[in-house]
């Protein structure tokens, strides 16, 4: 190619004025819209101005992209400047244009760096990529010492943000260029920025359409406000308690992880830093909802897996009350699982599984348990409530809702025979 690089400058005109003004927005579009042009994105910084307008910058591998809006004119500024030949500049424009709907979009394409002639592009990739530090490895099936692990997933580290030891756990944050930010604890994928929002929103509202308008809700676990975020778009909900073991977790993720850390400010939410069973065990009738988000049945949050905690539990819950809990990896955790599922089972006079593919949790198909002493079923629900719901979704919705239900045959042979409710 001649020169370093191609300098794209996009003029949106006549796009809508709220999503101009919307952070959130503009930084998931902006991040994705990167991501699809294959760059490699390093850090990203955005602010909102006041009385409005949001300027963003994102940093990658091979350059940046940066953005800035206002919205009194209905108009966005968006610069990216790749170097190399690889990245493809057209996705990128595409999505934005897809995104933000704009009435007009003008487009002028700059090479820079032109006096310097032709460059090979290897050179250039190989600067673009030569940040990568390392991998981080979650291990899955029987964990442990290196000889035991049955199998291995490998996360390419852009970033090492944050790497610190709790009382509990390690705690660590990196940047990966296909899932970008991620918390891991005890070197399992804890949360990761692209596919976050399944695992929330299926913990959070399968279980509150449930109900139908759950007021009080306790969360167990939960440490990096994904699952917070959720549960407070009910308009019903009064107060919500998050008790986790390690204020560490949600210390970082306040920090760190800029899609759930807005959470943590809402007036209803209440943070206690405890034991969850410790937590649970003195409470009576006191919510409508309680929401595990814990570690895996190994660690802090082992008894979190037993019949004591989930009698604490049933006994905390307001008639009516609903109980749910992720319930592990279908593929990769068929014991534990399976465990869990008949300590549910001893407790609660109906248990339902039901599933949703989580693509960075080991196997990627995950359960979710529901465990309570109230008749419910898969296709009773409020749909209008539901569908209202969803358009501040990225994944649930009344389908969704319904079919999550829908067990393979393998797992109604595994779990449903020991459970009260059939389907
Ligand atoms: N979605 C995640 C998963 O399945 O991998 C769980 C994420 S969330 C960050 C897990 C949280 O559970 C952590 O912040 C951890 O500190 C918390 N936790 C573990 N054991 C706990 C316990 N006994 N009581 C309260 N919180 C606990």
Avoid at 1 to 13: R, V
């Amino acid at each position: 190619m001649t020169g370093l690089g191609t300098h794209i400058l996009l003029d949106l005109y006549g796009c809508d004025p709220r999503r101009l003004d919307d952070l959130d927005f503009l930084k998931k579009t902006a991040l994705e819209g990167v991501r699809r042009s294959g760059a490699t994105i390093i850090t990203d910084h955005f602010k909102q101005f006041t009385p409005q307008g949001v300027s963003g910058v994102v940093i990658i591998a091979e350059s940046h992209l940066t953005l800035h809006t206002w919205p009194e004119f209905s108009y966005i500024a968006v610069d990216y400047f790749t170097c190399g030949d690889t990245i493809d500049i057209d996705a990128a424009i595409d999505h934005f244009s897809t995104r933000l709907h704009p009435e007009t979009i003008e487009i002028s394409r700059n090479a820079r760096g032109k006096r310097l002639g032709k460059i090979p592009s290897e050179a250039l990739i190989g600067k673009a990529f030569q940040h990568i530090r390392g991998w981080e490895t979650e291990s899955a099936g029987n964990g442990g010492s290196p000889e035991k692990r049955l199998l291995e997933y490998r996360y390419a580290v852009d970033q090492v943000l944050l790497k610190t030891r709790s009382r509990f756990q390690e705690i660590q944050v990196i940047e990966n260029p296909v899932f970008g930010r991620m918390l891991w604890l005890d070197q399992a994928v804890q949360t990761a920025e692209k596919d976050e929002f399944v695992y929330h929103e299926m913990l959070g509202h399968v279980p509150a359409v449930i109900h139908g308008s759950p007021e009080d809700v306790l969360i167990i676990g939960g440490g990096d406000g994904g699952l917070l975020r959720e549960v407070l778009k009910h308009e019903s909900l009064k107060r919500i308690e998050l008790v986790d073991i390690d204020a560490a977790v949600v210390d970082v993720s306040r920090r760190y992880l800029p899609f759930t850390h807005r959470a943590f400010e809402d007036p209803r939410v209440h943070l206690i830093f405890d034991d969850g069973m410790r937590f649970v065990t003195d409470k009576t009738r006191a919510y409508d909802l309680i929401l595990v988000d814990s570690t895996d049945p190994v660690g802090p949050g082992e008894h979190l897996y037993q019949p004591a905690f989930y009698g604490a539990c049933k006994a905390a819950l307001k008639e009516g009350g609903l109980f749910t809990a992720q319930a592990l990896s279908v593929w990769l955790q068929e014991k534990e699982q399976a465990a869990m599922f008949q300590n549910m089972a001893k407790v609660f006079e109906r248990v339902a599984p039901y599933l949703a593919t989580v693509p960075t949790y080991p196997g990627a198909l995950w359960a979710f348990a529901i465990g309570s002493d109230r008749a419910f079923s898969p296709d009773a629900f409020d749909r209008s409530y539901a569908r209202d719901l969803s358009g501040a979704c990225r994944y649930y919705n009344p389908m969704i809702h319904e079919s999550a239900f829908c067990l393979p045959n393998f797992m109604i042979e595994r779990l449903e025979k020991q459970l009260p409710l059939r389907h």
